[in-house]
């Protein structure tokens, strides 16, 4: 008797099951451009810092966008929970690691402070730099236009898993469209996976979406919920909603991966699969001047019910300028970012990210079974 | 020379291989139910716990139905060989793990004393609870009449593959269309693995079928006979067998998926799978209040001459009503897993456990591939 | 432009990749038969020791026989290079391990006494057991008569590749279907694994063939090579060309899964998989009877250029009888084998070996990800 | 909605995911012919050592030359940076490896001398050997023709991509098709990875190409740019070309697996997927005559901005010629690597490399699924 399944499953790949490969012609790394642009809104590279308290304070927002990139302050953390951040960033830091998710449930149930929005909008943009804050779908209708008044220049709208239309009891669903015409800022939603959420998403106007759902170094959705599309696969399927919805619409959207990159080869390959930028969380945590000291930890880990992931020792590995430009002499990949993005779009022949979105892919074995010396025992 | 094989082999697979895709639109969990009915007996949570004696005591049976799901008692086990069980359980609890297996060997070698199967469906039937027991093919023709006759709503019948036609030299297959003639309660028969198999024990009239051979955790048939198949492909298998019987007689039959399931997030991909419930033995043996004291093990585990499986630690995790319904601050997926299953059911936007059958799912990387650590204990 | 590749490559498996589906009908174990025929010789098992010195001395194969199963004796190791070999098995064991291969190569280059072969062959001979002698093909022409004369029963041909045409420079290649035609016992000859070569073989009238390059444990043939087929592909391929060479010439060619194999599951997916028979050295060697006393070691491992393998520590786990019967306390599938033949044969309803060529097998994940107790850290 | 992507990924394999099936007919190793021919220069056996420092001395191509094959040196290493290069060996072996990557990138910065060019060469000439340099492609054209005037008789150019076609700010890019108007011996020219750059390569006149991007162990180009085929995939697609080219001009360019292999096996399966020879680092950098004295490490280790690998302790394995040919007492493939590959090419009836070609391959488990303890060093 033939075999009869319930449904059929696609294989999905995430950045370890995939490589670049080189391009029929290469180019100098000097002769490449990293340019990101958001609504009206133009980025020297691609790299966004993810809302995360232990990566983005209002200072590291600004050191961001003087390297060029963007910080996206978080609007439901702890800055604006309280008036005085830093002694509770302390408290999380020096917690034993078997008590610290019980903390973060604790500390992150105060409630926001709407005038802390305000405030820490204009710290950031006081310093010149561009400003973007994120929020939580339940929250965004209410409190963003108070961002935005005080000078917000983007809103990102996030939850793990955001689409056009949700469903609920106790509030009305957000309506985006509405929401564009009323902040008359770029928008930012996520996250999103599928073609079809990325599509129905863009039809809304809004001008980015933030791929990926549970791929995260501080989250733990796959095994606590199950949900989950590897990174290679989410941003091949977005980034083919936007190419349709640009074909049809004349309108491009960004298309930012968000999560689970670690190391320059991710975020190439992330780029290679259609991402025009990048979200990273963990190896900007590890810079000197974030707010983490080595630490971070995500927003779902603090749910008071069911907590996913927890507060992770990441290190501190160097200076943010030596994470995004080097020079290094560390050889893993994790420093350097932007030198690594250009040397790729150099072997691949891709003067602009754009380009970059043309290089082949191929599905590839582990890298140890590669990469590492092996040494055969009994 | 183009090749020749003997046979053909399909791709099959388990929890640890798939993930569950996001769906189109997105609900709160407060929206969602996730009713599960056998026969006629309706229950809140699609929960079953499996009839292992380090998992199930009729006390243990008793809380699961003030839980919302139900406890299956094993018929043929410590609590019906022994007027006092408890001793017993302290003497396999207390054994060197070298010594355990032989043990076990040997206190399941006591007979089966008929007259407590009554009084320990009584035992639980005093509380108040939905009783269900389960007992082999070899012995439900004598035995579960009895067990019925005493109280019992639900009649498991369960070996490590069972098949609507089986042959033996020393006893008369059970024809299961007469033992549902016979006694009057739902019955629900495992395990089985295939679309065939599971539409031929549905033809006989049976009320529910338990799917997987050789996933749990406290089992080696798949090591010791090579015999098994991954629960993923499992379920969809016999998932697809109950649309068809369904479509063609009207009668829905309930397809539990049995074995191999530790956290939320395999209990998600096992309903995502087809599953209208799980059955769970290691979870729920890391409760307080199971008999267990932390240890759990199979029936196949104590064979007189081809154990499969032994005595594994599995440690205390919390209390039952933790274990399924939080709150926690465990972040491992392996507490509140009512919470998880309705985390999932929001973000596929399913209000009910049909619903989620809808879900789409990929074959996605180990997820150790994204940026964890894993660590694989006992 | 589209990929251009110099040749195409299918995908093989191994044992660890498949696990057997239960059958539509299941049936007690008591009700199988285990039978094997090699040429006009039958035997109650299907189970063959291998020609290793560790697994089989003259005393081995008559408790091989004694069990219902084979033991070969290799007439080209120590049972023939030393009127003693006893003093020079206690050598190759209490050798430290960085020494021992130069040390197998020197003593495996001693010559052949080749009246130490009939001798014994007679030791065997005279237990009453069927006795089975190995030869590499350079030899088999001129030393296989002399045991033939002696009373063996059956000759095995054996070298890493075997071909029905060996080209050489320094001996004429060795015809099959003039050595049958000499010979006049039933002739076993291995390894191979693929159909072209197996069918080439089974055209020259030899009985049996042994399937397997590469697979075992005391070999690195691949490593050092690159050579090698997984052992569940080469079977399904000899298999095929068996049944194509049955159904054309009405002759049925014993296929025998030679090395590998380490547990009931993988002797039950090899004969799923197509073989008669299964022959296993290093379960055996765990055996207290056998001559390696913990030890096992295979000829390649003492080429005197190019050894591939080493000894290999494997431990003594029971008598033959608990490796081939049981009964065990251990529960990793590593004794009662032939119990645990027939329990798989019982679940899918398999009367005979030759049933079980029938059941289906899928491919699966690996075990670890589904029979295992994972524990999540961080 | 049927799923969209942005683009398609196919699946490459490395040499770890590949074996070979043996032939249909077999033959004696001593009937085999390693022989390689680049341009006009014959090579007893098709294996090169790579422009390493810590692999390739002037003494040391001496030797492989002596041996058969041919040794390549770095053009711009230290032996032209430095008159006096072995007390920079010295500080780099003995450099703690914290700090390494910070000294090589360092002494590499010392300009290359190019009156050392011709003198390294004369070196070479002066003992008879064939002398092979390499240079980078920004180097190519100005220093080359120094060391072809010096006696140089292959050119090797050689960056991690190359193509034929390379856009720069600062130099024009090397027209290889004026290149070899200009010197007058064959020219290597690599790496590369795909059929399209491999063919465009091979029209513009040149004798051999290098394959391989990302694979070698001295080497993390794909952890840190995300760029990298694995090596039989590469080598499939490589041969190809060289196949179409051959058939449409009649002129034969060798195809030279650069990287990755560090067995006998991993050499038969380079040549097995179509390579004409193979260039190795780490084993020969194991021997006991390389200048790295039991160290290793490549050009890209010590880019300044970007280093991708560091120096690796691969320690002293033997002597060249037991590494080449053996004897050995040494089973894990890493020793007579020549009659490891007459062995494969008697297992697969192959007379000559051309004739391995023809050898089938399959996908392959992980060898460790198949009863082996593998143990991961450095």
Chains 1, 2, 3, 4 share one sequence.
Not at 268 to 291: H, N, R, W, Y
């Amino acid at each position: 008797m033939p075999k009869r399944l319930f449904k059929e499953l696609e294989r999905a790949y995430g950045f370890d099951d995939v490589a670049i490969v080189p391009g029929q012609v290469t180019i100098n790394p000097d002769l490449t451009s990293t340019k990101l642009t958001i609504g009206d809104r133009p980025f020297d590279i691609p790299f966004l810092a993810s809302a995360m308290d232990g990566a983005v304070s209002p200072h590291f927002a600004t050191l961001m966008h003087q390297m060029g990139g963007l910080g996206v302050l978080n609007a439901e953390g702890l800055y604006t929970r309280y008036e005085d951040p830093h002694s509770i960033l302390e408290e999380i830091i020096s917690m034993p690691q078997s008590e610290v998710t019980e903390h973060l449930q604790q500390v992150y149930s105060a409630p926001i402070q709407e005038h802390l929005i305000g405030q820490r909008v204009q710290e950031i943009r006081k310093s010149g730099a561009t400003c973007a804050v994120s929020f939580t779908p339940q929250n965004t209708k209410r409190m963003s236009p108070l961002a935005v008044e005080a000078g917000a220049d983007i809103v990102v709208v996030q939850s793990t898993v955001t689409t056009a239309r949700h469903m609920s009891r106790s509030y009305r669903g957000l309506i985006f469209s509405e929401l564009i015409n009323t902040l008359h800022v770029p928008v930012v939603v996520g996250n999103c996976v599928t073609y079809s959420v990325a599509q129905e998403l863009m039809e809304t106007g809004i001008d980015g979406i933030l791929v990926g759902v549970g791929p995260g170094s501080a989250c733990t959705t796959r095994e606590v919920v199950g949900v989950g599309v590897p990174q290679v696969t989410a941003t091949l399927e977005c980034a083919a909603a936007r190419e349709d919805y640009f074909r049809r619409t004349g309108r491009y959207v960004a298309v930012i991966t968000d999560g689970g990159l670690r190391t320059g080869g991710d975020v190439c390959k992330a780029i290679a699969s259609g991402a025009d930028g990048v979200m990273l969380g963990t190896p900007f945590a590890q810079a000197e001047e974030a707010p983490g000291q080595g630490y971070n930890w995500g927003m779902a880990n603090a749910h008071p019910e069911l907590p996913r992931g927890t507060r992770i020792h990441v290190g501190i590995k160097g200076t943010l300028r030596q994470i995004l430009y080097g020079p290094t002499s560390v050889t893993d990949g994790t420093q350097n970012l932007v030198g690594a993005l250009r040397v790729a779009m150099g072997m691949c022949g891709a003067y602009t990210v754009r380009d970059l979105h043309k290089a082949d892919m191929v599905i590839a074995p582990s890298i140890k079974t590669e990469g590492k010396f092996y040494q055969v025992g009994l």
